[in-house]
C-alpha cells in the first residue's frame, strides 16, 4: 500500500489487516489492501488536515478512497462539525448472531435514523447484497462487522440507497470502515481547488472573484446546475424519507468530463427523522444554537429555550443560493432576467410555506426547462 501527499491513518494502523486477516472485518477490498497490495493510496484530497479522503487506484481502476471521517449517530450543534477520530471496535454484531438477528439490527437502526418508513425491510435486504462483497450468498461474520460499521456514517447510507441515481458516486468496495467510490474528475464545482493552508489567507470576497474565473462555459455550467436540481429531487422525499443537506458548498460538488454533476462528499446529507430527533429540544439562547451543518437551521423557542424540530429552508432553496453566482455570471442576455427571478423566487423558499411542495415541485421544473431550452442545441450540453 503506497501513500501518497499525506500518510492515511488506516493505513498506518498496525492491526487494520490483522482484524481482515483474523476475521474481524472483511470485504470486497481487504484482499486488494492487505494481500496483493493492489489498492494504493495517491494524492490527498481533503481541505483539512484531520479528513481521510484520498484519490486511489484499485486494480487499475481510478477510485476515492474515504476512511472513517464522521462521528457515528451523534450531531454537533453550533460548531464547523470536524469530524472526532474515534477508534471502531468492530464489536458489533458479536459471534453467534444469525442473519435473521443481523437483519433485525439493521432494521432498528433504520428505523431510528428514517422513521418508521413502509419499505424497510427492503432496504434491509439491499444492505444484505451490499455486505455479501464475495457475493457467495452468505454473509460472514467479518463482512457483518464492517456493514455495521460503515452504516452508521450517512454518506455510505445515501450511496446505498441511491446507488441507482446518475448524481451519486458508485460504491466501488469496502473493508472495514474504509470505502471506495468511483472517482469524479473534477472534485469542486470551481475549477480550481487550494491546500488548505493556503485558503487560510485568503480573504472570502477574494476567493469567490478567483472562484468564478475558473468556471467552464455558461451552457456547461447550466448542464452541472441541472445535475444539482436532479440530485435535490433525489434527497427529496425519495424511496425511504426525506435527506436534508445540511452542508451546499462548492467543494462537495464535482462534476465529470461530460459534465454531469457528481456528488464528492454527501456526509452532511442527513436524514430528517434523525435530524429532527437530535435537535428537537436541545438547549437555546438564540437561533444560532440551532443549527446542524452550515446550512440545515431550525429556531429558537423563547418561550422554552428549545430548539424547534423543523428546519427552515429546504435543500432547494440552498441549492439555489449556490447557483446564483455561478449561473448569473455569463449567463445569455435574453434569459438572464428570467434566471435571475426564477432563482431569487427559488432562495425565497420556506419549509413552512403552505403548499411548499407543490411550489417546490413548480420552481426546480421550471428552472430546468429554462435551462435545458437554452442549452439543448450547443455543442457544450
Known amino acids: 500500500m503506497r501513500s501518497g501527499h499525506c500518510t492515511p491513518a488506516w493505513a498506518t494502523e498496525p492491526d487494520s489487516c490483522d482484524k481482515y486477516k483474523t476475521g474481524v472485518i472483511d470485504g470486497p477490498a481487504c484482499n486488494s489492501l492487505c494481500v496483493t497490495e493492489t489498492l494504493y493510496f495517491g494524492k490527498c484530497l481533503s481541505t483539512k488536515p484531520n479528513n481521510q479522503m484520498y484519490l486511489g487506484i484499485w ?109 451519486t458516486p458508485k460504491l466501488m468496495g469496502f473493508c472495514g470502515d474504509l470505502y471506495v467510490m468511483e472517482s469524479v474528475e473534477y472534485t469542486s464545482l470551481y475549477g480550481i ?17 478567483m472562484d468564478q474565473l475558473f468556471t467552464p462555459s455558461w451552457p456547461r455550467k447550466a448542464k452541472i446546475a441541472i445535475g444539482l436540481l436532479e440530485f435535490v429531487e433525489d434527497v427529496f422525499h425519495g424511496p425511504y424519507g426525506n435527506f436534508l443537506m445540511c452542508d451546499t458548498s462548492a ?57 424547534t424540530s423543523e428546519v427552515i429552508q429546504p435543500n432547494l432553496a440552498k441549492a439555489c443560493q449556490l447557483l446564483k453566482d455561478y449561473l448569473l455570471r455569463g449567463a445569455p442576455s435574453e434569459i438572464r432576467e428570467e434566471l435571475e ?20 415541485s413548480l420552481i426546480l421544473n421550471n428552472l430546468k426547462t429554462l435551462l435545458w431550452k437554452k442549452i439543448s442545441y450547443t455543442n457544450d450540453s
Open 59 to 167: 486494480d487499475n481502476l481510478p477510485g476515492v478512497v474515504k476512511c472513517q471521517m464522521e462521528q457515528a449517530l451523534h450531531l454537533d450543534f453550533g460548531t464547523e462539525l470536524e469530524p472526532r477520530k474515534e477508534i471502531v471496535l468492530f464489536d458489533k454484531p458479536t459471534r453467534g448472531t444469525t442473519v435473521q438477528k443481523f437483519k433485525e439490527m439493521v432494521y432498528s437502526l433504520f428505523k431510528a435514523k428514517l422513521g418508521d418508513q413502509g419499505n424497510l425491510s427492503e432496504l434491509v435486504n439491499l444492505i444484505l447484497t451490499v455486505a455479501d462483497g464475495d457475493k457467495d450468498g452468505q454473509v460472514s461474520l467479518g463482512e457483518a462487522k464492517s456493514a455495521w460499521a460503515l452504516l452508521q456514517l450517512n454518506e455510505f447510507l445515501l450511496m446505498v440507497i441511491l446507488q441507482d441515481k446518475e448524481h
Open 251 to 307: 467543494k462537495n460538488l464535482g462534476y465529470n468530463d461530460k459534465y454531469d454533476l457528481k456528488m464528492v462528499d454527501m456526509r452532511k446529507i442527513v436524514p430528517e427523522t434523525n435530524l429532527k430527533e437530535l435537535i428537537k429540544d436541545r438547549h437555546c439562547e438564540s437561533d444560532l444554537d440551532c443549527v446542524y451543518g452550515t446550512d440545515c437551521r431550525t429556531s429558537c423557542d423563547q418561550s422554552t429555550m428549545k430548539c
Open 193 to 209: 481547488s487550494l491546500p488548505w493552508v493556503i485558503e487560510l489567507f485568503i480573504p472570502s470576497g477574494f476567493r469567490r472573484s
Open 341 to 360: 427571478k426564477q432563482l431569487y423566487s427559488c432562495i425565497a423558499l420556506k419549509v413552512t410555506a403552505n403548499q411548499m411542495e407543490m411550489e417546490h
